[in-house]
């Protein structure tokens, strides 16, 4: 024997080779042995290191204080879960357990998971959620809006907590306002039914406008009650307003959804529904203002606009009557100076004035020519005198006639002269028309008329 060979067979023996196997054969032994045994089995744990590939395939551990197990769960698993995977969730899994040949690595084949303790609770919430989703009890376009002065607030929530005491103590400082309440369990078995007998004894009382609807802040165990389906039903059937107030502001609940407005405390939703009777007193102000100066604004402008149209129709109506008030003086110039009494006075002016001339030149002849003057005038005198006296009265008479029918004594009585657009005289009715603007003369002054109807008598036989 040489020295690089060894030989651990007794001497005189034949030697046996030991058995040799190759790593696959290793290991899909292995895995048949695990499948075998561990086939259908429950591991409940925390998930840890999770990784979702780009295949949708899931990666991660299943551990407790004490060990961890690698777990894979393959696409078509991963999208038949009703819930989404995360770390720190706790799990109940059902799989095999088994060896993946590539990496040679000992995992834990997952078919089926679900939550466990917490977890499986906010499960079922999740599935109520979709449900509730779906009969449309969450729509938005069903919230209704909020009234700005509600004149009786109602509220339900526990007698003894801190909440009704929040909402009194809002409401006192902002705008004092009946608050009636409807004491109801805000946490326990019986927290559902209270919850929604509260709020339907509350929605008959009349004259309530809107209702506070929660609690205070407490754990999500103590919250739970606000998820139960009936109370969730209850919130949205409400016939008035409800404003959820659950919890603290990083706490959700179904009820919140259900809502017509969520509020993130109890104070908070009382300083949603009431009103700041101090700040609408202040706004009161600014708007009695802006309205006072809006509306002496508003005045100056109809007032100069006023104002200016009225001039503007002064200038225009002058403007369409210069011609004819200059043409009707002329015309009452001209019939003035034609009136007898005027043309009488002429000739008597002038008869005086030839009577001074021929006195004065009667006062300069030669005396013989006045001794033949003054007879002339004893003769005139004399011939006067024996003129008859009928013709004297029928001269009076023709001269009062004359007057009469002077258009200036005409006016004088009251009577007025009628012209169309153009400056003629109107005589008849029927020569004119409704909405004709018309001229009225009078003994001093004159109108412009509208004619609003027309009476025309019918010609005589």
Partial sequence: MSQGELSFQAPGNKPVRPSVWSVSQVVRGANRMLEQRFSNLWIEGEVGSLKVAGSGHAFFTLQDADAALPAAMWRASVEALPFRLENGQKLRCLGRLGIFPKQGRFQFYVERAEPTGLGAKMLELEQRKRRLTAEGLFD??????????????????SATG????DVLEVARRRCPSKVVLSPAVVQGPDAPRSLVSALSRLSRVPGVDVIIFGRGGGSAEDLWCFNDESVVRAVAACPVPVVSAIGHEVDSSLSDLAADLRAATPSHAAELVVPDLSQAQR??????????????RTILDQQSRLDTAIAALARHGRALTRDRRDRLARGQQALAQQHPRRRLDRDRRRLESATSRLFAAAGEAPR?????????????VVAMQAAPRADRVRLARLAGA???LSPLAVLARGYAIVTQQDGTALVQASETAVGATLGVHLHRGSLRVAVTDIDVEPEPG
């Fill in 140 to 157: 938005p376009a069903k919230r209704r809006p909020i009234p700005r002065w509600p004149r009786v607030i109602g509220v339900v929530t």
């Fill in 162 to 165: 801190a909440a009704i005491h």
């Fill in 283 to 296: 706004r009161l102000t600014v708007v009695r203002g802006r309205l006072e100066r809006a509306l002496s």
């Fill in 368 to 380: 013989p020519a006045r001794e033949r003057l003054g007879a002339l005038q004893h003769r005139l």
């Fill in 402 to 404: 004359l007057d009469a």
